[in-house]
């Protein structure tokens, strides 16, 4: 497929106009239309549906609307990869969860060390983690879901406790762990579905016929801390979400029975050629580890071969 009838077919859809695609390309209306015409014949269906309103997409454009885009950045990173020029290049995602316990000191160290890398970090939440896995838009990351893909190479690094979280008037205690029946005969406020936490959750609750009870879905772990705070409900987190917090007088915790969340560290097969990509995904496996064993990371453990 030529990349270059695939751009031309991207801005007829981003326009919805030959004549004005024509126009930002710098090309007469009938030689862009001979351009699509060719993608069509190398496709085999028709793109789009010319009337008086413009130029629509058949449902065949559809689907190569939603892909070309990353048809494009994945032409674009072999040739960028091929010539070098993105050999220092890595892309890396980590929970939001997990900011001042590992993201934040992570970063921090790596920048100090290696200044000529050039890092994109992203914050996971909701699906986006496993959307980015299967487009393969991402070179490390950590993570508590299980990606349904085998394009990522998966290690189990740090487990940790879940935490039943409520205001000060809850009276819960870090001493005295609750079970997960207790948990669910409250309102729960809770990070939205598609969430890896939420998803681990209810994963785990439906496995002892359990159902959630939830008052309120957010998008942000953080808004779960704050509602819960606030006397909302009660909100369920790992403890690492609320390290920081870990000394508000507002707010009660106790550790959920039985329910303990794991953090892997997930490496893109496909990128582990480039040699900043496996030196980043080292290092970030050495420093999760290293924090697992600090004090500072209260109730964490390491898993398998890192123990």
């Known amino acids: 497929m030529d990349l270059r009838l695939v751009e031309c077919f991207l801005r007829v859809a981003e326009f919805g106009s030959m004549n004005r695609a024509a126009a930002d390309l710098n090309l007469s209306q009938p030689s862009l239309s001979r351009k699509i015409a060719l993608l069509e014949g190398e496709i085999g269906s028709a793109l789009f549906r010319r009337d008086t309103t413009g130029t629509r997409l058949t449902e065949a454009g559809m689907v190569l609307a939603g892909r070309a885009p990353q048809l494009l950045r994945e032409a674009e990173l072999i040739k960028k990869e091929i010539v070098q020029e993105s050999s220092n290049s890595v892309a890396l995602a980590l929970p939001s969860s997990l900011n001042r316990l590992l993201a934040i000191p992570f970063i921090e160290a790596t920048v100090r060390e290696h200044p000529h890398y050039s890092l994109h970090v992203s914050e996971i939440v909701s699906n986006a983690l496993e959307i ?8 490390v990351a950590i993570t508590a879901l299980q990606p349904r893909t085998q394009r990522f190479k998966l290690t ?7 935490m039943l979280v409520g205001s000060a008037d809850e009276g819960l205690s870090v001493d005295e762990p609750v079970t997960a029946e207790f948990a669910v ?31 309120v879905d957010v998008e942000s772990v953080s808004l779960c801390y704050e509602l819960a705070r606030a006397g909302v409900g009660f909100t369920m ?64 453990s390491l898993v398998g071969s890192n123990a």
């Open 132 to 139: 980015w896995m299967q487009r393969r838009t991402l070179d």
């Open 156 to 162: 189990p690094l740090i487990r940790e406790p879940m």
């Open 185 to 215: 005969q409250h309102r729960l406020v809770l990070p939205e579905a598609g969430n890896p936490i939420r998803r681990y959750l209810e994963q785990k609750l439906g496995s002892g016929n359990l159902s959630i009870n939830t008052v």
């Open 237 to 300: 987190l790992p403890y690492s979400s609320i390290y920081e917090h870990r000394r508000d007088d507002k707010v009660t915790m106790a550790m959920i029975q039985g329910f303990d969340v794991t953090w892997a560290l997930a490496v893109n097969r496909y990128r582990m050629h480039s040699a900043a990509v496996t030196q980043v995904a080292e290092k970030l496996h050495q420093f999760a580890v290293g924090r697992a064993v600090d004090p500072v990371w209260r109730f964490a």
